[in-house]
């Protein structure tokens, strides 16, 4: 569904410290998952993608963990530094619809010094 | 490598004036997509456009607003009639294929005062 007039959820943490980004996908059929960083005045950045047969993923200082039982995504970024702090989206494409890319609706990172 | 490329950045109507936006999807791209961004939430799915075809519109408001991506030259969102309401940040996407990872631009910030 869509977020409509919520605030963001938000996390803060301290510089070095290892991050983790929760995301709840709704459609169990997805077969494709993205993380996108968006930061201030700027477009979403592509992070790290997943694909549905595959449990991990591991980027450069980030790691993306599907659980499809729960339809659970979270992207790991280790030895956070302040310039991830952003706003961090998921996103899920179902099979059926190659065009409709479903965002949730995002995660702040907040990185003390 | 010239990403995907939006503009104006920022723009200000008046309510009752139109406004256009601007795309050019990545090089090589022929897949475009139009999100709008309202503060501090997601990304919403508006349209999804190939070469001189409109595939998907089912997030665009039925009046008003319209889309094109013709043979030659950019993608163009057009608003008409703007209203407070549309405020917002409408961020242009591309892909190579359509059903994979979308690029973003750094979005159009429209104002309606």
């Known amino acids: 569904g869509e977020s409509v007039g919520l605030h963001l959820p938000t996390l803060s943490v301290q510089e070095g410290d290892n991050s983790i980004i929760n995301c709840a996908y709704s459609?169990?059929?997805?077969?494709?998952f993205i993380w996108y960083k968006q930061e201030s005045g700027k477009g979403p950045q592509f992070i790290i993608d997943?694909?549905?047969?595959?449990d991990k993923r591991q980027g450069q200082r980030v790691t993306v963990l599907l659980n499809k039982t729960v339809k659970h995504l979270s992207l790991q970024i280790a030895a956070t530094q302040p310039g991830d702090s952003a706003v961090y989206f998921c996103?899920?494409?179902?099979?059926?619809?190659?065009?409709?890319?479903?965002f949730g609706a995002g995660t702040r990172l907040t990185v003390k010094p | 490598n010239a990403g995907v490329m939006q503009n104006p950045r920022h723009l200000v109507r008046r309510r009752g004036q139109e406004a256009r936006l601007r795309c050019s999807p990545m090089?090589?791209?022929?897949?475009v997509y139009w999100y709008r961004q309202l503060p501090e939430e997601g990304l919403k799915f508006m349209v999804y456009?190939?070469?001189?075809?409109?595939?998907?519109e089912s997030g665009m408001p039925k009046e008003r607003f319209s889309a094109e991506f013709p043979k030659e030259g950019p993608s163009i969102l057009r608003i008409q009639q703007v209203v407070r309401g549309d405020s917002a940040a409408y961020f242009c996407?591309?892909?190579?294929?359509?059903?994979?990872?979308?690029?973003f631009g750094e979005g159009s910030w429209l104002t309606v005062v």
């Open positions: 996103a899920e494409n179902p099979p059926y619809n190659n065009n409709d890319m479903r």
């Open positions: 456009l190939q070469k001189e075809n409109i595939i998907d």
């Open positions: 997943i694909r549905s047969n595959m």
């Open positions: 090089k090589g791209h022929s897949h």
């Open positions: 996407a591309s892909s190579e294929d359509g059903g994979n990872t979308i690029y």
């Open positions: 459609n169990s059929a997805s077969d494709y």
